[in-house]
């Protein structure tokens, strides 16, 4: 953003000043660089089914005990003991390999 800004302000400014804008505008970049480098160093991204684990989600196709869920934008496999019907929300209680574990909503009536 400040790169932007900076580029923007050494062609709109006059002439000694668009320099110094652009001046401003690099160093602005570079913390913003070096801020958000220290920030993310040394996490690691979470991904997997893991992550899905407490998230709420639709059934796609009915669990009868197998189907299909909506979670966080993505179609999984879900196992569901009780059953669950097309459009129902669930609740991701644990996995087994790729298969989601799911409960129906507590607030869903059946």
């Given at each position: 953003m400040f790169l932007l800004?900076?580029?923007?302000?050494?062609?709109?400014?006059?002439?000694?000043?668009?320099v110094v804008g652009f001046a401003?505008?690099?160093?602005?970049?570079?913390?913003?660089?070096?801020?958000?480098q220290r920030r993310v160093r040394g996490r690691r991204?979470?991904?997997?089914?893991?992550?899905?684990?407490?998230?709420?989600?639709?059934?796609?196709t009915p669990c009868r005990p197998t189907g299909q869920v909506r979670v966080s934008g993505e179609i999984w496999a879900a196992h569901c003991e009780l059953g669950a019907d097309l459009g129902e929300?669930?609740?991701?209680?644990?996995?087994r390999q790729l298969t989601l574990v799911v409960e129906r909503a507590a607030d869903a009536p059946g």
């Open positions: 800004l900076a580029i923007v302000l050494l062609v709109v400014l006059p002439s000694p000043w668009g401003i505008g690099l160093v602005c970049f570079a913390g913003e660089v070096i801020f958000w991204a979470q991904v997997g089914a893991h992550t899905l684990i407490g998230e709420s989600g639709t059934v796609v929300t669930v609740t991701v209680v644990g996995r």
